[in-house]
């Protein structure tokens, strides 16, 4: 998915190095949000509720492109032996199939984007409420998104990864997660490093989706 989902702004993180600089203890930690949120069993279940639901669409459109190949192949290898109405009316009947399943693939695949994305943002908010009760739990002042190409991190020890410990505890809550009670709006990070906590968007890659057929190519007359 090529949104952030959650990211401590980039100035936190060099407010940290400083802090190291300055010999104090400063605790950090980094976390895979987009593992963790297929890692969860509430996103293993939302994966597979979304694929089943986009499975029988994916089918029904896979065998009406099935068709127009089949009818551009008869184009191709019989064009030249048919009459010109009737390869006028082959060619029409392709343009009209392919026009029609684009409009549905292009239909389908905004409803599913926009079931994906309501569930990856419901998830999301959930996780942040997750990681702000570990990081307040735990002592962390700054917890990095390494999922996120656009967080400043080169390097960062295995020793530090909390991902799992995130989605331990996420598992061990999401009966008493709700979106509207998480992403708390208060400003400040954990353990009271000045700063203002980011808003939660859903990366589209974060959960897996059943292949969709390609769009189809108009017909092109012999």
Known sequence: ???????????????????????????????????????????????????GKRAPKTKDLEKKQSEIRTLQESLNRGGNAMSEQAKAELVRSIDTKTK????????????????????????GQKMMAIIDKYAKDNGYMVILDVSNPQTPVLYASNTIDITKDIVDLYDKNAASLTPAASAPAATGTPGGAAGTRPAVTAPRTATPATPTPAPVAPAVKK
Do not use: H
Request: proline share 1%; glycine share 6%.
């Open 100 to 123: 029609s399943f684009n409009r549905e693939l292009e239909d389908a695949q905004a409803e599913w984007d926009q079931e994906q994305q309501k569930i990856l943002q419901d998830l």
């Open 1 to 51: 998915m090529n949104r952030q989902l959650i990211m401590w702004p980039a100035a936190l993180a060099f407010s940290a190095m400083a802090v190291f600089g300055q010999g104090q203890t400063t605790k950090v930690g980094v976390v895979n949000i987009q593992a963790a949120l297929i890692a969860t069993k509430d996103g293993q279940k939302a994966a597979s509720e979304l694929e």
